[in-house]
Every structure is written in C-alpha cells, then in structure tokens.
C-alpha cells in the first residue's frame, strides 16, 4: 500500500487567489470522498502573511469527521499549534529548510533559529497526535547552499533530536531532485529517519513521476500530492506545481500498487479544483484522461 | 551509450505552422551541433497533406554534412522513398500502426494494405542505408483496438517478414504507454524485433520521461526525441508532445549514462525552436533550466 497525502487544499490553493473557505472545505472533503485517508487542509499563518490560508478554523469547522480520513494542518509555530489545536486537529505539519538561504527567504530565519522555533513547537504540540516535519530543499536549493546530502542530513538529525517522535517528509521544493540524489539523500540519513519517511516532490522540470517510483524502489512509500498538480512556492524561483495526485495515481495503479484511491474521484475533485481557481490546472492526467485498458502478463 | 534521434524538425514541426525551409535546416543544425547523431529533418510526404512539411528537399539541400551526424527522413510510400533518395539520404522512416482504425484515420488505409505498402517501399528502398519501421499506437490506441500486446507483436512480425533488415521503433502515439505495457509489449516481440529496438514516447500524461528510464532497464536504448517536447498527432486526440531532448538528457546526465549530447545546446536548440513556432516549448528544462550540481555517492 502507498500512502499518498493530498495537500492539494493547503499547498495548492496557498499560491492561488483566496478561495471561500467553505469551498476549499469542500475540496478536502471530495478528496476524502476519492479515499485519500490523509489531506491537508489548512495553514495555521498569518492572514496578513499568506492571505489565500485565512479563515483555516473556518475550513477545519466545515469538515466532515470522515473515518479513516486523517486531516492535516501546516503550522509555523507554538501560536500556529495552538490555533490548529484550538480548531480539533491533531495531526501537524511543521516545515524546516536544509537551505540557510531558503529559510530566510521563506520564513525570515536562519536554520539555527527555525530549529530554536521547532523547540517551540515541540512543546506546545505536546500530545498532538502527530508531528511531521516537512524538509524543504532537501535534494537542492536556488540558493546554491544545498550541494550534497549534507545540508539534509544535518537538518533532519537537528530535528529529530528537538522531536524525537516526529516523521520527516523531505520536500524537493524547486524540483531538482533525481533517483540518484534521493538514493544519496535516503541512504545517508539516520535510521530513525527512515521509520516514517515521506517524499514531498514538485515537478519543476517533469521528474516527479519517475522520483516517486526511484523512491518507492528504496522503500519509501508515502509521498504528498496535490490535487490537480497546484502547488509552488513564492519563495522558490521557478518552483514548479506538486506532483499531481491524479497523475501518481494512474501510474501506481497500473503498476499493481495499491493505493486505496478511487482515480476518476480525484478527477471530479480536480475538475472542483479547476472551476475554484478559475484556471487549468497542471495534471497531465486531468487532461488527457485515464488510461484505457491494456492486458498482458510481463 | 543511450542513442537518440531528435524528431523536431519532422514530428515537432509537423503540426506546427509552416516554418521556412532554411529556417528548418537550421534548427537540425544546431542539434548536430549539440551533439545529437541522428536527426528527423523531412517528410517526402504531399505538401498538400501535411503543409508544413513542403519543401523537404530544399531543407536536406540545406544540410551540412555533419561527420558523425545521420539525418533521417520519413517517406510514406514508394514516392517518398525515390525522392528522399534524389536528395541524398538513405535513412527513411516508415510508419506502420499496430491498430486498424488509427492507419485508416492517419493514411487512410487499413493495415492489410498498410504492409502491402511496405513492400512497395521495400521494393524501392533496395540499397538504402537504413529502414526504421516507426510502428504508431503500439502501446494502446484511441480507438479501442490495441488493448494488449497481440496486435503490436502481430504487425512487427509482418512487417519483419516484408523488411527484413529494418529495424523497429515503437511509438507510443497517445501516450498510454506504462512501464508494464513496455514490458509487456517489448518481452512479447520476436528476438529479431529486438536486435535494434527503440522507443518514440509521447509525454500525453506526463509519463514519457518515467517510460524511458523503465526501458532502459529493460535494455532499450535507442529513443525517439523532440527538441523542446514539440510534437503530436492531428488524427490522434490528445496525443500530446514527444519526450522532449532536453528532459531526457537532463536526467540520464544526472543519472550517469552517456548520451553524447551537450545539454546547454540542445537548450540553445529549443530556444531557436520557441523563436521559430511562436510560442513557448513544452519541455520543463527548457522553462526552469538545467540542474544545480549535487554530489554524493549512492
């Protein structure tokens, strides 16, 4: 089974005009519908900051308590966890940079005071039900300040020391990840990184497909996706849209995995998705359609 | 070594407005000048069918004769064949599809008479350097008549019965093409099909550049490329643009297979390319460039 968490609702609709809380609610809601067991749904940060993430309470209210649905919310510190608190939810993403120069662009600190932050974090999300640390620029940065594994390997050991319980999702921020720097990166992390390992890809340059499957080679198997291929990061030149969940899914289920996604119910929700934002939305898949069938024993 | 035959100047430009002649020759330059072998430059075909492809011989008139660099020309009938050969190549290009309602739509023919038209080609081909059966809707069609691999396997054993010494490139027209279908496919072909067996992919969902990696694990290692991921089919909805050149070897490069092919010209190409059909290329390179450096050993 590979484990695939929409964050379509969150990293998506972030870099998009604001949509009405009610209807990023009702996406998450579809894509629960489509059996995606984990979606993030909202950004405990400033409205000021992030104007499209406002009113996250008011999505979280809306949503339905779907069973086996695990909904997610972004936090970026000890106010963000008590807001998403607040609001029900117990499952938290929290992101932290191999890249000095990311972390200040993105969060206006070095990576010195990000893990200080994680520290913050770490104690007011104290019986939360998960913590999971997003690494963004794990596999490079456009900042030049992310060459090796090195960068990553120190972030993730600094992380797991302030939250020893947490899961890691390394994040290829900018798209410049290959099989081969993700092999680098996995192999040289720690073990207790690799309990819970998820990958977070974009597809800059259209490799997030081919990474996903190199990656479920090594075992990993949980990777976030966004609905529709969304996504960017106004910090990151040229970042690219996520890889698209309905575009994993089509492949992985051709390929036999399972993934208890429902593939013409992301479609719909990507259609949703479209009408929201007003624009065509970057999944291959949402435009050509699914595959047809094809027999043949390998 | 992974070979690579960039199509653009013939598949990419095919659908495309007219471009001038010069302008066309130009473009197959500068990819032999990046290092690509074997180029599509022209299709013998009738001007009043596919416009712009007129003036095929003005633009192989045009070519220099690069040491080391074969240009390849598609001919659809034995016409094609004498006049691709009044202008000096020996390299043709025949297409044949593996499902009978995409050869009645593409050439009108079923493809019963589609093989008779081989051996008319063969017939005139006698003395040419090289035939490649470029073999369209191998992998699935738009029309419900390729749905495992009996049919692709059925017109590769006919057409290998017809040209005995050509060689077999599968294309994958619509993009429907998985890693299992390629090996479902490929692992069905007679052993004299895979003595000299490419790949032509079309990137329709996304999934063109995962497809190539999946076969040449396979063994595969002659692939089918358009400069800036142009490209398509009139009479094959949705078929969606070639492998771009630049994706490809963006990743081979990174992943440690030779090519051959320098990277920052086939870039120079795709620009050239934009300028030429008036709008942007649908390669990810091409938009968010080539990859930062990343060392470390996997």
């Known amino acids: 089974m590979i484990r695939i968490r ?5 990293d998506g609709l972030q870099n998009e005009a604001p949509v009405d809380p009610v209807e990023r609610a009702r996406l998450a809601e579809a894509l629960a519908a489509a059996g995606l067991r984990d ?8 409205p000021k900051a992030v104007p499209s993430m406002a009113e996250a309470a008011t999505v979280v209210a809306r949503l339905p308590s779907t069973p086996g649905t695990t909904w ?20 938290l993403t929290v992101t932290i940079s191999s890249s000095e120069g990311y972390s200040r662009k993105n969060v206006g600190r070095s990576t010195d005071e990000a893990i200080d932050g994680l520290a913050d974090i770490a104690a ?26 090195t960068p990553t390997v120190a972030i993730v050991e600094r992380t797991l020391t302030v939250l020893p319980g947490a899961s890691i999702t390394l994040a290829d921020t900018t798209g410049t990840a290959t099989p081969r720097r993700i092999a680098a990166v996995v192999g040289a992390l720690p073990n207790d990184a690799r309990a819970d390992l998820g990958l977070h890809l974009h597809d800059t340059r259209g490799t997030a497909l081919t990474n996903a499957l190199a ?6 198997d949980r990777f976030d996706t966004s609905v529709g291929g ?10 690219g ?11 992985l289920h051709d390929l036999g995995y399972e993934t208890g996604v429902d593939l013409d119910g992301v479609l ?15 999944s291959r898949v949402s435009a050509a359609g699914p595959l047809p069938e094809f027999g043949g024993r390998t």
């Open 268 to 282: 719909e929700a990507s259609r949703q998705l479209a009408h929201l934002v007003g624009h065509d939305v970057a």
């Open 6 to 10: 929409d964050v379509g609702p969150r």
């Open 39 to 46: 979606v993030e749904v909202a950004s405990f940060v400033s």
């Open 241 to 251: 849209g996520n890889l698209a969940t309905e575009d994993l899914v089509l492949m």
């Open 215 to 220: 990656a479920i080679e090594l075992g990993i």
């Open 124 to 149: 007011a999300a104290r019986g939360a039900d998960r913590v999971d640390v997003v690494v963004s620029c794990a596999f490079g940065s456009p900042f030049a300040d992310v060459t090796d594994p």
């Open 230 to 239: 969304l996504g960017g990061s106004p910090f990151a030149p040229g970042a």
């Open 72 to 91: 997610w919310a972004l936090v970026p510190n000890a106010r963000g966890v008590e807001l998403a608190r607040q609001s029900g939810l117990g499952h």
